[in-house]
Antibody
Framework: QVQLVQSGAEVKKPGASVRVSCKAS????????IHWVRQAPGQRPEWMGWINAGNGDTNYSQKFQGRVSMTRDTSATTAYMELTSLRSEDSAVYYCARGRRYSYLDYWGQGTLVTVSS | ELVLTQSPGTLSLSPGDRATLSCRAS???????LAWFQHKPGQAPRLLIYAASSRAPGIPDRFSGSGSGADFTLTISRLEPEDFAIYYCQQYGSALWTFGQGTKVEVK
C-alpha cells in the first residue's frame, strides 16, 4: 500500500532553516511527483510547490521562491523540503502528498509540525 | 489567484443526516481540477473526490461531488459517526493551487 512517512517535529529559531523528509513506499517513486502543502493554525492549507520525482524538475509557489528548495533521492525514495530564513509565520504543519503536476493529491503524509520561536 | 470560498463554516448535524457542503470559486475553471478532502485532527488528509465528481478508490458511495463552472458541492447522503471532520475543496488546474478555508461537520 502507498505510504508517505514524514520526519518528526522540529523547533527552530527565527532565521534558521528546516528540512523535512518524506519517505515514500508502495509504488514506483519516479512515476509520480511530491507536492508540499502547509497549514498554519486556523488557516487554510497552502500549496508550496512540487517536485517531479522522476527528473527532479521543480515548480514553486511564488510566495516561497528564493526560500524553498525541494529535492529528492531516488535511491532512498525520499523527498525533501527545505525552507530557509524562518520566521514565526512559518510555524505550521507541513505535509507531503503524492501527485503529478496538474493532478489530484491522492496520498498524504502524516504531517510534520514546525515551530519557529525565539 | 483563484480563491475558493466554502460554506457554511460549520455544519451541526446528527448521524444519519444529509450534509451539503458548498465550494465557490472566484472565477470559472474546469471541473476536471476540483478535489474534496476529509481531514481529521492529527491524521493525514484523505482524498474523497477528484475531477469534481469522481470518487477516489475505497471511498463509500454516500460521498458524492457535483458542480461545474464556479460552484461545486460535496454531499454526504447519510452521515456516519466517522464522517465528522473538516472538509476542504481544492483546485489543481492553475499554476498556483489553492484550497478553501474548510467546512467543519460537527455532531449536533
Amino acid at each position: 500500500q502507498v505510504q508517505l512517512v514524514q520526519s518528526g517535529a522540529e523547533v527552530k529559531k527565527p532565521g534558521a532553516s528546516v528540512r523535512v523528509s518524506c519517505k515514500a513506499s508502495g509504488y514506483t517513486f519516479t512515476n509520480y511527483g511530491i507536492h508540499w502543502v502547509r497549514q498554519a493554525p486556523g488557516q487554510r492549507p497552502e500549496w508550496m510547490g512540487w517536485i517531479n520525482a522522476g527528473n527532479g524538475d521543480t515548480n514553486y509557489s511564488q510566495k516561497f521562491q528564493g526560500r524553498v528548495s525541494m529535492t529528492r533521492d531516488t535511491s532512498a525514495t525520499t523527498a525533501y523540503m527545505e525552507l530557509t530564513s524562518l520566521r514565526s509565520e512559518d510555524s505550521a504543519v507541513y505535509y507531503c502528498a503524492r501527485g503529478r503536476r496538474y493532478s489530484y493529491l491522492d496520498y498524504w503524509g502524516q504531517g510534520t509540525l514546525v515551530t519557529v520561536s525565539s | 489567484e483563484l480563491v475558493l470560498t466554502q460554506s457554511p463554516g460549520t455544519l451541526s448535524l446528527s448521524p444519519g443526516d444529509r450534509a451539503t457542503l458548498s465550494c465557490r470559486a472566484s472565477q470559472i475553471f474546469s471541473s476536471s481540477y476540483l478535489a474534496w478532502f476529509q481531514h481529521k485532527p492529527g491524521q493525514a488528509p484523505r482524498l474523497l473526490i477528484y475531477a469534481a465528481s469522481s470518487r477516489a478508490p475505497g471511498i463509500p458511495d454516500r460521498f458524492s461531488g457535483s458542480g461545474s463552472g464556479a460552484d461545486f458541492t460535496l454531499t454526504i447522503s447519510r452521515l456516519e459517526p466517522e464522517d465528522f471532520a473538516i472538509y476542504y475543496c481544492q483546485q489543481y488546474g492553475s499554476a498556483l493551487w489553492t484550497f478553501g478555508q474548510g467546512t467543519k461537520v460537527e455532531v449536533k
